[in-house]
């Protein structure tokens, strides 16, 4: 992955991997600080290129049970799928279809043994369910 090529809220998304990291192997404390920078880079306001390329690894976290803030982000992943980017509209969709993808993977975890986790994807699989899919950004054609 090119990340310096990607851009988020604030400019080059170089520095998306190291967030990532500390999410994966950090403890509770450093993983939710590093998801609280996230989130404002590619989730929060608008939904961004390195959102798109970021969607599989935050699912790849939700899952992965040594992660501490793992309801944080699945909570990261259905303000994804609430935000745009109309300036944009082919971005959007591709995050939104990054997260609508693996709605099966949010089902499983309402089962999760973690009751924040669980309480998180309730929430997701709601978001999901009621998401308008293809219709929520109109691509016009020859949009970037």
Same mark, same amino acid.
């Given at each position: 992955m090119r990340w310096h090529e990607l851009q988020h809220a604030y400019g080059s998304a170089a520095g998306v991997p190291g967030v990532l990291s500390r999410i994966a192997w950090g403890d509770a404390r450093v993983g939710r600080d590093a998801l609280d920078d996230l989130a404002l880079w590619i989730g929060e306001l608008a939904v961004f290129e390195a959102t798109v390329a970021a969607v599989p690894f935050l699912w790849d976290l939700a899952v992965a049970e040594t992660v501490k803030s793992r309801a944080g982000v699945i909570g990261l992943l259905q303000a994804v799928l609430e935000h745009g980017n109309p300036p944009k509209p082919q971005v959007q969709l591709q995050a939104h279809r990054a997260v609508l993808s693996r709605r099966s993977t949010a089902a499983q975890l309402t089962h999760d043994r973690d009751r924040a986790v669980r309480a998180a994807a309730r929430d997701l699989v709601t978001a999901i369910d %009621?998401? *308008? @899919?293809? #219709? =929520? =950004? *109109?691509? %016009? #054609? @020859?949009?970037?």
């Open positions: %009621r998401h *308008p @899919g293809e #219709s =929520c =950004c *109109p691509v %016009r #054609s @020859g949009a970037a």
